[in-house]
Nanobody, 123 residues
Framework: QVQLVESGGGLVQAGGSLRLSCVVS????????MGWFRQAPGKEREFVAS???????LDAYSVKGRFTISRDNHKNTLYLQMDSLKPEDTAIYYC?????????????????WGQGTQVTVSS
């Protein structure tokens, strides 16, 4: 059974940083594309960043230059380093895993999802 468990969310002031983690169990993290999505209250889930098996990354325009996705295959963990946070980054953040080695920006391209972790950025 594949499980994804996020952690690292919390309350931070604008301009601050957080690092989210997503521990994967039940499959090898290194073989598949993985991503981060977020959903703010009253809004649809949106793509944040994705990383392929070969390490290539894909970022949403809204977070480019501020957020960095990475993975530690030995720890079977996915990360999202978030710097220069803005109030509009407030959302529940979800990690997800594909059944393919490439990155992708569509939520429908992902098969497994975590339960989410809340990130709140105060102004």
């Amino acid at each position: 059974q594949v499980q994804l468990v996020e952690s690292g969310g919390g309350l931070v002031q604008a301009g601050g940083s957080l690092r989210l983690s997503c521990v994967v169990s039940g499959r090898s993290n290194s073989e598949y594309g993985m991503g981060w999505f977020r959903q703010a209250p009253g809004k649809e889930r949106e793509f944040v960043a994705s990383i392929a098996k070969n390490g290539e990354t894909l970022d949403a325009y809204s977070v480019k230059g501020r957020f960095t996705i990475s993975r530690d295959n030995h720890k079977n963990t996915l990360y999202l380093q978030m710097d220069s946070l803005k109030p509009e980054d407030t959302a529940i953040y979800y990690c997800a895993s594909r059944d393919a080695p490439w990155s992708a920006s569509g939520s429908g391209d992902y098969k497994y999802w975590g339960q989410g972790t809340q990130v709140t950025v105060s102004s």
